[in-house]
């Protein structure tokens, strides 16, 4: 029986209860049918301000987990809120930490917005430019818009609208499928 890949789930945001951080639950909770484990990543608010001064060994220990975690996934699930036209400033220094190492080259990688109709599109944006930076292989199938209200969700953080949940599951395996596909062509399937 084989090991079901590892995909991690990067929420930008820090705001307990979230719609970001319901959607990534979601995910979690449908894992299982993308025959996939999803794992959160939490460690957002104990990155430190990102220095180019500081981004060589030994890193700083929240840096190195993070990487590690990273480096660990067959692929990369992102859902970030917008906040002033663009990703909220803690997430932009975690994805600033990853552009000095290799961990998210060529790894699979998408993301879904949870956004209100009309907002996101400049956290899409940033996002797209900054993942250019790290070589992230961007699945543009799994990419896109759920239409997710945080009042939508349980009172365990939870979607139960079949629609998010079959749209999670095929997000889920479009990254599955192309981390397989990777793995085969690096020799490591």
Not at 3 to 29: F, H, K
Request: aromatic fraction near 4%.
């Amino acid at each position: 029986m084989s090991v079901p890949p590892m995909i991690l789930l990067l929420s930008g945001s820090l705001r307990a209860g979230s719609t970001n951080e319901a959607v990534l639950r979601t995910a979690q909770d449908v894992a299982p049918s993308a025959r996939v484990r999803a794992v959160r990543y939490d460690g957002l608010a104990a990155l430190p301000h990102f220095n180019p001064d500081d981004d060589t060994d030994p890193l700083p220990a929240p840096v190195a987990a993070l990487r590690a975690a990273i480096d660990e996934a067959a692929a990369l699930l992102v859902c970030t809120p917008e906040y002033a036209g663009t990703l909220p400033g803690s997430f932009k220094n975690l994805l600033d930490w990853t552009v000095g190492g290799t961990e998210i080259c060529d790894k699979p990688v998408a993301w879904v917005n949870a956004a209100a109709p009309g907002r996101g599109e400049g956290a899409e944006a940033t996002l797209r430019t900054v993942l250019g930076y790290t070589g992230a292989a961007v699945v543009e199938p799994a990419c896109g818009r759920l239409p997710a209200s945080r009042a939508a969700a349980d009172t365990t953080g939870v979607f139960t609208d079949p629609a998010v949940r079959a749209r999670l599951t095929d997000v889920l395996d479009l990254l599955a499928k192309a981390a397989a596909g990777a793995a085969e062509v690096s020799g490591q399937g």
